[in-house]
């Protein structure tokens, strides 16, 4: 086998990896949720690296633009804004180990079905990414349909939020 | 001659009444643009199913400018026609159901494009497109299930179903990635092309993208296991909403997982029919054995629309071994639609007009209610598939075709819960009837919707006696599309 010749990129997709999913446990799993939501940003900044690794540049540059420079960052503010004796404290009960249980074996069976279908050889591709152009272009012209079904999704998505948000004078029955 | 482009027309309709409706608010006051916007609503979808009777009946050639993303097929057709159909009756009955809510402008916006979410989705051949209108169809629904804001059961259903909704896209999404990763395109004639030359030990990775996307669309077809939200869902939400989850957004759910499965089916070397036919005949049990125990009437509905989903459901089983599969999905999803949607609507009207959704409301309602419980009547009586009702010409249609594919027990298994079925259906009838009412008053049905409810329970006997045309319409659309794959 191969499989000597690239522990470089190996190497590196295995810090990634155990950056990405033990900053994603810790937060879920942290008690201050300012620590939860740095620690996702930091998952996100993984799943960026994820994605340099596999030569898509634009999606790293995309994910780390929109998760961590907008979501990430909102979501510290509303913890920020937002008193603790607000948040609803969840007590861990059955449900907790149920779930574990459930993940663990989800991954058992995603991690079997990816090694038998024999992905287990790492390469290094030799094409080159598309640019940003041509991903532009695609975007407007191939798929002009589906980003302007996207616009309508995010202008619903605007009204329905400020429909929800919106204090009424009057309570409605 | 002249093509019409249905899809292209429709959404450009409906995204811009959908727009600009909440920009009336400010431009004709709120309290003109209630009224306004429920009327230009109600013209917008009748526009569209103007559109799509004269595309259905073949009257001008349909053709697509953009077939690669959208498919101008008669199936599509189909489906939209369903759901504007639900959409429209839903809209008019809305008309006094929603009065009293301050934002119903906003209401009628989210209306529409929940519509052409399902529309865009009725007519998609493209992985992306189908996610994007899958997007466009939910997000509205959350916020309509959360609608009556003040109310916690409102707010309970509209999490709930929030979370599950978000979830179901994210294994959506999941299992679409896992496709395109194997095929290396979006487009699913491409897909079908690409998969059927991937080597031997790939085929487990598609079987797995298989489930990821039974699960994700499972949650909005309310097949077991994943039918937990519904009853919750259905009994707060607003009652009009209700009906348009379960007559139109469940169809619009099928339609796609036809589209994607059609092309799967092929490919798969494991018996994808034989793990759809036991969660086929589990869901239908599960909602029928639940049903009979429910006390309020919207629950009740609920497991129902659960059940009826798994009847459903059969179409997709038989999909590679029976012609008559396809056909008799589609005509039990125009028929199940009415008659959900009648009985949802007159569920909305005693629940308008009395507050009240237990069961045992329902005492004497023949006396108080006349039309209402006469359509409540002809609606149950034809999801049970009483004849000459609509509900049991497709019915036959699809228990044929189940024993046409070779799933003769799965027939079988329909035809028991049918029997079952008739437990909880006939009791609403019974009390309506037969028992007496609590206050002997009679109420006073408001104009619209005793209209819709005569005009669906007209729809409901007419197909059912003269079952010819709207059966040829299905099977037209599923011959089109089985000949193109």
């Known amino acids: 086998m191969r ?11 295995l810090a990634v990896a155990v950056i990405t999913i033990a900053s994603a446990i810790l937060a879920l799993e942290s008690r201050e949720l300012v620590y939860g939501a740095v620690a996702l940003a930091v998952s996100f900044l993984g799943v960026a690296a994820v994605f340099v690794l596999l030569d898509a540049i634009f999606l790293a540059v995309m994910q780390v633009l929109v998760y961590i420079g907008s979501i990430a960052v909102l979501i510290i503010f509303v913890v920020m804004l937002v008193r603790r004796e607000k948040w609803v404290s969840m007590p861990a009960g059955k449900e907790r180990i149920l779930g574990v249980i459930a993940s663990v074996s989800l991954l058992a069976f995603v991690g079997f079905v990816v090694l038998d279908s024999g992905l287990t050889e790492t390469f290094i591709s030799t094409v080159t990414p598309p640019s940003f152009f041509e991903i532009g272009r695609q975007l407007v012209t191939e798929y002009g349909l589906s980003l302007q079904i996207l616009g309508l999704v995010l202008a619903l998505a605007v009204i329905g939020a400020l429909t929800m948000a919106k204090v009424e004078a009057t309570r409605n029955k | 001659m002249a093509k019409l482009d249905i899809p292209l027309i429709l959404i450009g309709a409906l995204a811009s009444a959908a727009l600009l409706i909440p920009a009336l608010d400010v431009g004709l006051g709120k309290a003109r643009n209630a009224k306004f916007s ?20 073949g009257l001008v050639p349909l053709d697509s400018s953009v077939p690669n993303l959208v498919q101008n097929d008669l199936l599509g057709v189909f489906f939209s026609f369903v759901v504007i159909l639900v959409a429209l009756l839903v809209t008019v009955t809305s008309f006094d159901y929603m009065k009293d809510n301050p934002n119903v402008s906003i209401y009628y916006s989210l209306l529409l494009f ?17 996610f994007v209108a899958w997007e466009l169809m939910s997000l509205p629904t959350f916020i309509l299930a959360g609608f009556k804001k003040g109310d916690k059961l409102s707010n309970e259903a509209a999490v709930k179903y ?52 039974i699960a994700g669309f499972g949650l909005k077809l309310s097949i077991v296991p994943f039918h937990m939200w519904i009853p919750d869902a259905y009994e707060g939400a607003p009652t009009t909403v209700s009906a348009l989850l379960s007559a139109a957004t469940k169809k619009a759910g099928f339609v796609a997982a036809i589209r994607v499965f059609a092309v799967l089916f092929p490919l798969l070397r494991f018996d994808l029919s034989m793990s759809l036919a036991i969660i086929a005949l589990a869901t239908m049990t599960l909602g029928n054995l639940s049903a009979l125990t429910q006390k309020s009437i919207t629950r009740m509905l609920a ?66 209610m006349p039309i209402t419980a006469f359509s409540l009547m002809i609606a149950l009586l034809g999801l049970v598939g009483i004849p000459p009702l609509n509900g049991f010409w497709s019915k036959l249609v699809l228990f044929t075709a189940a024993a046409d594919g070779g799933f003769a027990w799965l027939a079988l298994g329909g035809l028991v819960n049918t029997a079952i079925s008739l437990g909880y259906y006939g009791i609403i009838v019974k009390r309506m009837y037969m028992d007496e009412p609590a206050e002997k008053v009679s109420i006073k049905e408001p104009f619209a919707m005793a209209a819709v409810l005569l005009i669906t329970s007209a729809i409901i006997i007419l197909t059912g006696i003269f079952p010819g045309p709207v059966f040829e319409f299905a099977s037209r659309a599923s011959t089109q599309f089985l000949s193109g794959i």
């Not at chain 2, 009327?39 to 004269?54: M, R, S, V």
Request: proline share 2%.
């Open chain 1, 3 to 13: 499989r000597a010749v690239h522990t470089m990129p190996e190497a590196l997709f």
């Open chain 2, 38 to 57: 429920g009327y230009f609503t109600l013209l917008i979808l009748a526009f569209a199913l103007l559109i799509l009777t004269i595309g259905g009946l």
């Open chain 2, 114 to 130: 929940t519509s052409l979410g399902m529309v865009v989705l009725s007519f998609a051949v493209d992985l992306l497109m189908i």
């Open chain 2, 162 to 213: 929030f979370i599950l909704g978000a979830l179901s896209s994210g294994v959506l999404l999941y299992g679409m990635s896992i496709i395109f990763g194997l095929s290396g395109s979006t487009n699913l004639n491409v897909v079908l092309n690409s998969l059927t030359n991937i080597s031997p030990n790939m085929i487990p990775l598609a079987g797995f993208g298989a489930v990821m996307l």
């Open chain 2, 303 to 368: 497991y129902s629309s659960i059940a009826q989903g798994g009847y459903l459901l059969i179409g997709l089983v038989v999909l590679p071994t029976s012609t008559l599969g396809l056909s008799g999905l589609l005509y039990h999803s125009l028929n199940h639609a009415l008659l959900q949607a009648t009985a949802f609507i007159a569920a909305a009207v005693v629940r308008y007009k009395t507050s009240k959704t237990s069961i045992s409301s329902y005492n004497g309602l023949a006396r108080v």
